[in-house]
């Protein structure tokens, strides 16, 4: 069993940055794929970023792309989500993710394929 932690959330004014952990509990957070969902009112969960077990891949959803930056430390059993350049609609609910991961290189970009779910963390732009 995996228990995630998500921190950082919070208010910022557009263009501004915000960087969210996620810490997963256990000694076999290398096994571990991680991703990063957000949900806003009324929408549906959608991916925002994966990493690999070995943090060498990375995957962005359009997006985010150049103003999000996913990283990992499985030395320390921590997940980051650097976000710069804030939008409105960069407004959700932030979960953070884990996928048992057969290979050290794949990324899963469908909820259906991750075992585990932090509680959500608020982040909210004003225009």
């Known amino acids: 069993q995996v228990q995630l932690v998500e921190s950082g959330g919070g208010l910022v004014q557009a263009g501004g940055s915000l960087r969210l952990s996620c810490s997963p509990s256990?000694?076999?957070?290398?096994?571990?794929?991680m991703g990063w969902f957000r949900q806003a009112p009324g929408k549906e969960r959608e991916f925002v970023v994966g990493i690999s077990r070995s943090g060498g891949n990375t995957y962005y959803v359009d997006s985010v792309k150049g103003r999000f930056t996913i990283s990992r430390d499985n030395a320390k059993n921590m997940v980051y989500l650097q976000m710069n350049s804030l939008k409105p609609e960069d407004t959700a609910v932030y979960y953070c993710?884990?996928?048992?991961?057969?290979?050290?290189?794949?990324?899963?970009?469908?909820?259906?394929?991750?075992?585990?779910w932090g509680q959500g963390t608020q982040v909210t732009v004003s225009s």
């Open positions: 993710a884990a996928a048992l991961g057969r290979f050290s290189t794949t990324i899963y970009t469908v909820p259906q394929n991750y075992d585990y």
């Open positions: 256990g000694r076999t957070f290398s096994s571990y794929a």
